[in-house]
């Protein structure tokens, strides 16, 4: 039985293990542009600055592919070929034929829609290939870690428009690091490219279009504290700022934006990620999101033909289907793929909705719906200022907890998502609070006053943050 | 602030003295050469004269103490905004003022002998020694039987090998401070893990065995004068000689130190030190681990770089497992540096298991 997997992420090489560990005698080929080795994505921030070298953001061995028997063809892949049963490769190489497909290409950084998005000194942070384009722009190159091994070994069979070519970079042109460094997006990567840009003694402008920094997530008070982090940082936060341009002859120059121009010499576009699967073509059925639509089980329109991770459009919790750009789930789902692959019938369940960052210095952890605008929700906020600062927002239905969201502490999102579970009341939830703590020893735990517990009693004193507003969106 | 995690990204990486550039290979010559002399010269003794100590050990531990108070400044400025690491660092450095550098330096002036109260056996290999028993006042004799064959067992069981390796314990406490700066270069390869388990083992058996044999010597009284002179004679190749050369002063101080800018500063600890072996096991057998958050884990191998000790942390962390490893000093690194606060280090009861992983169907709204 020949397996191949397309894609050396997560849910590729989760799939990959499965497959293994089940049936030691199967062919496994996995095809990757980006990489030799799989590597954690969400750690690209720390070997930009230095905190870890590239070595140490690779979860396993570098022999474990010669361990397990899994042949590497490092190419781009240019199409699925469904009659021939074979995955059609760039730059003249033969196809790989196969008997099961997992498709686990992941995602791709949307491309900035402006004029001047693919000017020199202009890039993204999703892939290996721009971690050294920034490090580039930043350093002049990687750090002591030094850098993957084979970084151009795609070079061979790649295109200019492919999200794993390193982008051309402005360092020696200025003869040194930006000056005047801009990141545009205010969401998860957008904020870890201002990070790694302040560590490295820059000060970034960072500009959102929304109202306050990652309205999905965040509300109005919290994001102001983050807000409030980036500034003491030396961050110019940019509020409510749309940019229209990026503006330079060869390398860029300034920003235009519909509140004046900035002066810019180098920029992160943030502005979220897409599924990676124009390249697909007809050979899959795809959504208008460009996921590539799978049943309960994974498997796409094709027989024997799977999709895992970033790239799929997976059935979630309301019924509709959307890719899920989550590093946990795309393990789980890898792991559920590596059992369909093995012919095993195997359902994705997910579960209630949880995450975790880390944003600045503040930790956030959130469990169940949240920010959704959930019919009738009402929201108990509670704000400490103490030994500690940290916020606590317990999303309500019916006096019934759905949701949490939580800034400056620990806590065990499994006890939280427990207690949605249970359908727990939120007096029940906040005089239990303390079993859900993940906090560090010797941090004081969290206080909650009683007059704050009651306000739900008081009726008129609960904190309404927003307006209850009609049906999940879908 | 929240007491916990990091604060502020690092760029280690990038400092060539941290990285082994030419300056870290210079620095680790340096304190190779200072660790010779120390044990096999004498140039120190007229500086420690010349100043009005005693000896030069009063000297060594006047620099070391110094090095560990300096090394705490550099630390808590990288890592100080951690409850935990800020009160661990208070006391350890505090042990090492007191109890190992004024408290010895004292004790003399008042005319009794020196005694250095944070050092117990076996690391402090002389301690159990029937000759150096028999030396001791009564009551400093008891201390030292009852901390090492008493104390350490139960402490260990309750809090883990934390409560000494690196609260208590000078070369836990160097390592944390002015070794700091290196802790990312510990090995984490599964075959430097192999080596440990076997190096360290056997240190502890020796550690054991040569106590035993001097126990053994002294109860024959010297009767059998083959015996008296293999194992306790002055020639550099008896048991008790050896002890002290390639142990106490070869492994501990000159590779022990010496090698802190190149493979980081536990390597002492970590391979060679029979007291870290022992409280192992007492830590295997206790209440200590280190508890993972499950499904929170994004791999990005923070915690398996920053643990001073060489643990795959990332493997537990991300296969969802709470673990308690032989070796885990209980820094607290790993989840300080943790961005996902998946780990926290407990002195949990055995009978609480993990939390069973949660993935429960939908609510139904």
Redesign the interface.
Known sequence: MRVVIIGNG?AGIEAALVVREREPSWDVTIVSEESDHFF?R??L??VH?????HR????H?RDLYERMGFERVRARATGIDVGARAVNLAGGMDPVPFDRLLIACGSRPRPGPWDGSQLRGVGHFVTHQDLAWLENET?GGP???GPPPRPGGHLAATTDDSPYRVRPDGYAARGGPPKQPAVIGGGLIGIEAV??L??AGLKPKFLIREDWFWPMALDEAESTWVAERMRHHGVDVRLDENVEALVGDDAIRALKTDKGELDCDCCVIAIGVIPNTEWLGEGVELDRRGGVVVDGGLQTSVEGVFAAGDCASVPW?HGAKMPEQL??TA??QGRVAGRRLCGDQAEY????W?N???LM???Y?TA??VSMN?EGERNWFFEERG????TLRVVT?DDRV?GFNAL????????F??W??E?RSLRWVLDHVREAS???????PLTIPEEDKSKELGGAAFSVIRDPMPA?RA | ????????????????WR???WIAWILAALLIGFYLDLYFRDDLTPIASAIGLKNKWYLYGGLYTVAMAGGAVYYLRRHG????NQ?RIAVNVGVQLCLAWLLPFVMPMLGGREFYFSYLWPLAYSDLWPSTLASLPIYLALYSLIMALVATPILAFVFGKRWYCSWVCGCGGLANTFGDPWRHLTAT??ASWRFEKVAVHTVMFVAIASTSLLGLDYLLDGQSGTFHWIVGGSQFWSVKELYKLVIGAILAGVVGVGFYPLFGPRVWCRNFCPMAAMLGLFQKLGRFRITV??????????C??YCEMGIDV??YA?SNESFTRAACVGC?MC??VC???VL???NASNLQTD?A???????D?
């Not at chain 1, 600055?49 to 070298?53: N, R, V």
């Not at chain 2, 602030?1 to 060539?16: K, P």
Request: glycine residues 8%; aromatic residues 8%.
């Open positions: 997560v954690s969400t750690a921030m720390w600055t230095g905190q870890l070298s140490c953001i690779e979860p061995d350093y750090s002591r870690g990070e790694v302040v560590a919790y590093w946990y393990r789980d369940a997910r579960g209630l949880y975790s960052a880390k210095d503040i930790e952890t169940g719906l959930v030994k500690v600062r940290s239905v759905i400056g502490r620990r806590w065990d999102h499994t006890v998502n427990r949605i579970a359908h993940f906090d560090t020893e010797f941090v004081p999940p | 602030m929240d007491l916990q995690g990091q604060n502020g990204l690092m760029t280690t990486f990038r400092e060539g990285s082994r550039s905004n951690s409850r935990y009160i390869s599964t958050k499950p499904d929170m884990c994004i791999s990005c191998g923070n398996t770089t990332r493997s991300q607290g989840a300080h961005p996902r606060g926290k280090l407990e939390k992983r949660v993935r429960l169907p939908v609510v709204i």
